[in-house]
């Protein structure tokens, strides 16, 4: 059985640009109740506005999709909770989609960086959607065939160089998806991890304590919409697991070949300016 989006009750983290904007307005289009959540009050409230544009519906068809905005830090355990409730509230205690979208990167060699870099790197990227997580199972196992979708990274499958705290935080991420849908498949709950390439957002404008001058540096590139219409395709089917892009996709099967060639190559690439 397949995710249906019409009339699905939906969380969904970093809501406020990129990859998460799109897909708020890809699952509001398509008939779904969102639960947005997102740090920036302005950026949500420009959300809220762009979609209920878009999703005006017809008169002989209009769209049942609602988006209901949640500001706050998903790190804090308070806001998680205040997510949930909103969520029950919404639901009635059901929940059939939930989206761990949020996330930050941090670019410079691991010698130089300071505990803290790392510390908040893990707490976005892991712990903050690991605690989500546990509060929504239990709204999960009354869903119509539910999803939990993890968005990480093909450095979720293969490090790189000078994003060391990133790729600890996704392949955490991965690790921890993995076991959760051998542990949650007798609920009938499916875990998606949605692996993209190198992005086009405003992801590397919000990277933590980093030099301005840090290269960005990847296998290919897509735009958010882009990767939105492939996350909400791989949901829909109940896929366990998408690596985007060809070249990340050449990067994550050429490292299970031969990771020394791998491991020449990516050294190779850092920034000439170290």
């Not at 930050?104 to 060699?109: K, N």
């Not at 990227?125 to 989500?132: H, S």
């Not at 939105?228 to 994550?252: D, M, N």
Request: proline share 5%.
């Amino acid at each position: 059985m397949g995710f249906q989006t019409e009339g699905a009750i939906a969380i969904l983290t970093g809501a406020s640009s990129g990859i998460g904007w799109e897909l708020a307005r890809l699952l509001v289009q398509g008939g779904a109740r969102v639960i947005a959540v997102a740090r920036r009050r302005e950026r949500l409230q420009a959300l809220r506005d762009a979609v209920m544009t878009q999703t005006s519906g017809t008169a002989d068809r209009p769209s049942r999709g609602v988006l209901t905005a949640v500001e706050g830090d998903i790190t804090e355990p308070e806001v998680r909770q205040r997510v949930i409730d909103v969520a029950h509230e919404i639901g009635g205690g059901r929940l059939d989609l939930l989206i761990n979208n949020a996330g930050i990167g941090a670019i410079g060699s691991f010698e130089s960086a300071t505990e803290q870099r790392m510390r908040r790197v893990m707490e976005v990227n892991f712990f903050a959607p690991v605690e989500l997580t546990r509060l929504a199972i239990p709204l999960l196992k009354q869903g119509q065939a539910p999803v939990i979708c993890n968005v990480s990274s093909v450095l979720g499958h293969r490090a790189v160089p000078d994003k060391s705290e990133y790729c600890a935080s996704k392949f955490a991420l991965h690790g921890w998806s993995d076991a959760l849908r051998a542990e949650l498949y007798p609920n009938g709950i499916q875990v998606t991890l949605v692996s993209p390439s190198t992005t086009r957002s405003e992801f590397f404008d919000a990277v933590i304590d980093s030099a301005p001058r840090e290269k960005r540096w990847g296998l290919g590139s897509w735009p958010p919409d882009r990767v939105a219409r492939a996350t909400l395709r791989a949901i829909r089917r109940r896929r366990a697991e998408v690596i985007l892009s060809c070249g990340g996709k050449l990067l994550v099967y050429a490292d299970r070949v031969a990771p020394p060639l791998v491991n020449l190559a990516v050294a190779s690439r850092r920034p000439e300016h170290r």
